[in-house]
């Protein structure tokens, strides 16, 4: 009886071949650059068409011209060292003086809204055919929509993206551009931002002056009755007691009010300079911060980084047009893999199509008859 060999089947269905359309399990590199070019005229269609999309927008679009400026905020004084250091001896809440801010507190303040809405209402000198006119920001922008507030804050959110600002920590100076499609409004912007700055910090400033002048004030007039309070004390004292030198309980009664008496003297003293510190600083108009570098008139457009955009485009375009490629690649093979699934895709997709047209086609007819 003779045996037949027993074969092994995995090699023979290893050995089959793949049948046509089928997906297969790896992606070779090969198989990646086949993908690539058979689909050649999307994947090199689309980087070439958002170049020149992107270029195209960028040539049509208006120049810009960009002014910038440095400045370096000025500290405030603080309040006198002797007095916070006797008030605090006796309990007392002194205000002390505002050492100054930081530069980035600067470099956000100045696309606050405070700031912004201010340099947006005020008036601007543009040289036109009919000589010199007077213009505002919501003009130039041609912000025609909603209410005066509206438009305001319209006016604002595009003047604060017109605006650039960076503080430098280690120096202390503060550098910010504004943009703008004509020279001397970009120009007249950045000083005007300059002038509102130093404005609001005079204000603030001001505003604490006054703050402390009154509460200085207040604290004055009771120093002024505790001091003649503890003279009286002394001066009855003396009045009692005028061979007090020969007894020891009564010098020692006597150097004690006359301590209290020259402690509230010093006391009275250092608040009455303050005082009148505070009465000064709050009409001061000394400005409060230091232009290093003051805005000039741009001679010159700003760039349009060309290039820059121009790579950017091309490389973006390639993985959209590589991803378009798969995309197709893989719906080409689903449909050789399943074609009953495709054809049912087609005409659900017909359909879906044809109500998307009748729902608009009832639409517009609506609008017709209104």
């Known amino acids: 009886m003779s045996t037949t060999p027993r074969v092994d089947q995995a090699p023979l269905a290893a050995s089959r071949p793949q049948a046509h359309g089928s997906l297969p399990e790896e992606f070779s590199l090969y198989d990646l650059i086949n993908v690539a070019v058979r689909h050649r005229y999307v994947v090199l269609a689309v980087p070439l068409l958002l170049f020149a999309v992107v270029v195209t927008y960028s040539l049509l679009r208006p120049r810009s011209f960009t002014a910038s400026a440095w400045f370096m905020p000025q500290e405030a004084e603080a309040s006198n060292s002797r007095l916070l250091g006797i008030a605090a001896q006796f309990g007392l809440a002194v205000p002390a003086g505002q050492v100054g801010q930081s530069p980035t507190f600067y470099a956000e303040l100045l696309k606050s809204r405070e700031i912004l809405a201010a340099v947006v209402d005020s008036a601007f000198r543009m040289d036109g055919d009919m000589g010199a006119v007077t213009v505002r920001l919501v003009d130039l922008y041609r912000v025609r929509k909603g209410t005066p507030l509206e438009q305001q804050d319209a006016a604002v959110d595009r003047l604060k993206r017109d605006i650039s600002a960076e503080a430098e920590l280690q120096t202390g100076l503060v550098k910010f551009e504004v943009r703008a499609r004509h020279a001397p409004m970009a120009l007249q912007i950045a000083q005007q931002l300059l002038a509102q700055l130093s404005d609001f910090n005079l204000k603030q400033r001001r505003s604490q002056a006054t703050a402390e002048r009154q509460f200085i004030a207040e604290r004055l007039a009771q120093l002024r009755a505790e001091l003649s309070e503890a003279e009286a004390r002394h001066q009855a004292f003396l009045k009692a007691n005028r061979e007090f030198r020969n ?9 004690r009010l006359a301590r209290e008496v020259t402690m509230r003297q010093q006391i009275y003293t250092g608040f009455a300079e303050e005082y009148e510190r505070a009465k000064i600083n709050e009409v001061r108009d000394t400005p409060v911060i230091t232009v290093v570098q003051a805005p000039r008139l741009p001679t010159r457009p700003s760039s349009r980084h060309l290039l820059v955009k121009g790579m950017l485009s091309l490389v973006i375009g390639l993985l959209m047009g590589l991803t378009i490629a798969f995309a197709r690649e893989f719906f080409r093979r689903s ?9 049912r895709f087609a ?7 044809g109500e998307i047209r009748n729902v608009l086609g009832q639409f517009g007819s609506r609008r017709g008859e209104r």
């Open 247 to 255: 007894a020891p309980h009564l010098l020692f009664e006597n150097d």
């Open 335 to 343: 449909r050789m893999q399943d074609p009953a699934g495709a054809a």
């Open 347 to 353: 005409e659900l997709r017909q359909e879906a199509i």
